[in-house]
């Protein structure tokens, strides 16, 4: 096929490689514009799908709008049988869902109708939610609301927003493949009324660490927001930045330091921090932490 590839984070690389070692012709990559970057944080940065395009001579375009007759004219002039879309981060216009003559596919991670929009991995594992998945969706105009073609599931665990985003990505890339390959058998089934959620873009506020709440909560919080934007305490105006921990034992005033290992209280239980990070500085085991910065039994810890 003639496909138009739309895509921009980690997430999307591997359906974007998938494609191209399937034989599809894929004639052009879709993505947002390089953003400010580097050691610095000024030099413009490609985003990981424009870089994999340009290692596979495929021409890469990154248009700030879609709205425009212009943009919508370059894209049908692409004459693609389908388009694929993977957290792309743009809308697109019926204009563009029109234009190819199979229509526009999102490989979306989760499986719809729960966990629609933006954040589908970590607002699965914040909800506690025992599995997700990949879905293969016939877009239309709605929020994630078209028909599906193919689903897979995967259990959570205690996986991390990190771990789990590279497994559905690799699995929903195949997913895709294997879709793409027998496209005339997969009927498009309508999402159930039943069982709508939104899955709202995290904010950064977030991911401040809720001592306040169960220690499994806590818990979830770390590994929804590892490795990024990382759940974080506040130590005498430092933030620390928890990557991974363990819900244990243990009573106290929510957020105080009830041992030398940095065990902190929780509404219920507590958790023990197994990965820390300083800003600044590498991630490094809680013990190496604390060898070099006591945080010792009876601190309060505020966010």
Not at 96 to 102: E, N
Not at 243 to 257: F, K, Q, Y
């Amino acid at each position: 096929m003639r496909i138009i590839f739309m895509g921009t984070p980690d997430f999307a690389v591997p359906a974007l490689v998938a494609l191209t070692e399937a034989g599809h012709e894929v004639v052009a990559a879709y993505t947002q514009p390089p953003r400010p970057g580097g050691r610095r944080g000024r030099e413009p940065t490609p985003s990981p799908v424009q870089r994999e395009a340009e290692l596979r001579g495929i021409a890469v375009r990154h248009p700030a709008s879609l709205r425009s007759a212009e943009a919508q004219a370059e894209f049908a002039a692409l004459k693609a049988d389908i388009a694929v879309v993977a957290a792309y981060g743009l809308l697109l216009p019926q204009a563009i869902l029109d234009a190819p003559r199979l229509g526009c596919l999102n490989i979306h991670a989760s499986i719809l109708p729960r966990w629609r929009g933006a954040a589908p991995i970590q607002r699965a594992i914040l909800a506690g939610d025992p599995t997700t998945g990949v879905t293969i969706m016939q877009m239309e105009a709605g929020l994630d609301t078209g028909p599906m073609l193919a689903t897979l599931r995967t259990v959570i665990e205690r996986k991390t927003a990190g771990e789990l985003t590279r497994e559905l990505a690799e699995r929903g890339a195949q997913l895709l493949v294997g879709t793409l390959r027998d496209l005339a058998l997969h009927r498009p089934v309508q999402q159930p009324e039943d069982g709508v959620t939104y899955a709202k873009k995290i904010d950064k506020a977030e991911a401040r660490l809720d001592f306040t709440a169960d220690a499994e909560q806590a818990e979830r919080q770390v590994r929804a927001f590892a490795p990024t934007p990382g759940a974080w305490f506040a130590f005498e105006d430092e933030r620390y930045k928890v990557l991974a921990a363990d819900v244990v034992e243990g009573r106290g005033a929510p957020g105080t330091v009830i041992d030398d290992g940095l065990t902190i209280a929780c509404g219920n239980g507590a958790i023990r921090p197994l990965t820390v990070q300083r800003a600044g500085r590498p991630a490094m085991a809680t013990a190496d932490l604390l060898r070099g910065r006591a945080i010792p039994a009876g601190t309060v810890l505020t966010g």
